[in-house]
């Protein structure tokens, strides 16, 4: 078994399963000598398991220094500011180097260590491999570095980007002074100020001019908002439309010959002061009322929305008829009117409401 490890290591293995255990061979059904275990046990000495033992303790050495090696150092470069990126990337890549061959030489040491242990009785000569150790403590070395360069820097960045933001702004000014000429941009100004005196004068006179142009406007509105001109479209619609020529509306001026004191209205019935209306009556010349106020300069033309509410509250069928009539002639009907010389036609109206709880009336709007 000296000079042949496999059979020393197959006895070995043997050994473990028959000593104190059988009388016999488990292989061959043979008796055991009486002095085997003797004869084995000179074989096998204390001091081969002992370097056995030693040696199979340095194999678990180095599987745990090689489960290790990956976690020597770990190089982020989210750690670090990015004018480090290129240094930490070279220390990356130098350490991935040293680090695979570091694994190399455990490999080759491991392989002398398993062939010794094999042939525990055959003197081997160490073949030490080249060392990485002086490498490796090298690019910690230069980690530890720029770490330290990092954490000087986050210790006066404050200070270094108070400086850095002053001197952009001052060059930003300089820069901004010289590309619009800022000698020559003052002149101007100061000129521009005195058009701007000038152009101030302009205006006042202009505005006083507007302004007395816009009082005679407001005159000439006040005149076509006369409120007897309102009065007469509503009788205008009472007598066409419904055909009561005995009922009338009429504007009275609240200060005889002063129209700018304001108009009341009176109803009249046979040019006379009329009493104890009905209620179909009253609701027939609020209605026409309403239809006049949508001729009034204030609404006229510009598309309001309109929301009528039962026009026909207490009102007979011919009465409906001719509410229905009169919504549809006077506001669903197109306006036509003239633009730059041609007839043109728009909507009375930007939306239009109507509710009611009469069936007949009902049925004439969905028609409009």
């Known amino acids: 078994m000296l000079n042949d490890a496999a059979l020393a290591t ?18 061959c059904g043979s008796d055991l000598p009486d002095d085997l275990w003797e004869k084995l046990d000179k074989h096998f000495n204390q001091e081969s398991e002992e370097l056995r033992q030693a040696l199979e303790t340095l194999l678990g050495s180095i599987e745990h220094e090689r489960s290790r090696v990956p976690n020597l150092l770990k190089i982020k470069n989210s750690d670090f500011y990015s004018n480090f990126s290129a240094d930490l990337d070279s220390l990356a890549e130098q350490l991935s180097t040293q680090s695979t061959s570091y694994c190399t030489s455990l490999n080759f040491i491991k392989k002398q260590i398993e062939k010794r242990k094999n042939d525990i009785f055959t003197p081997l000569e160490f073949d030490a491999p080249e060392s990485v150790e002086d490498a490796l403590n090298a690019v910690r070395d230069s980690y530890e570095q720029l770490r330290n360069e990092s954490n000087q820097l986050t210790a006066s960045l404050s200070a270094d980007q108070s400086k850095a933001r002053a001197a952009l702004r001052l060059h930003e000014v300089y820069t901004f002074i010289n590309d619009i000429k800022y000698g020559d941009e003052c002149t101007a100004i100061e000129g521009l100020n005195v058009a701007m005196g000038k152009a101030e004068d302009a205006k006042n006179t202009a505005k006083e001019k507007v302004d007395v142009k816009r009082e005679k406007i407001a005159e000439l509105k006040a005149q076509l908002k006369d409120e007897s001109k309102g009065a007469d479209r509503v009788n205008d619609y009472l007598n066409n439309f ?39 009556e009253c609701s027939l010349i609020a209605f026409c009322y309403f239809m006049a106020k949508l ?74």
């Open 242 to 280: 419904f055909g009561h020529q005995s009922l009338s509306l009429k504007a009275i001026e609240e200060t005889p010959g002063d129209a700018s004191s304001g108009y009341r209205f009176e109803v009249t019935r046979n040019d006379k002061k009329a009493f104890h209306l009905s209620e179909g």
């Open 10 to 27: 197959w006895v070995r293995a043997g050994r473990g399963h028959h000593q104190e255990k059988r009388d016999t061979c488990a292989f």
């Open 295 to 368: 001729e009034d300069i204030e609404t006229k033309g510009n598309q309001p929305i309109i929301w009528i509410d039962d026009p026909i509250s207490s009102l007979d069928a011919n009465h409906i008829f001719f509410v229905y009539s009169l919504i549809n002639a006077e506001i669903v009907t197109p306006e036509k009117y003239e633009d730059g010389g041609e007839i043109k036609e728009r909507d009375r109206f930007k939306q239009l409401f109507i509710s009611t709880h009469n069936l007949d009336f009902l049925k004439g709007g969905c028609r409009l």
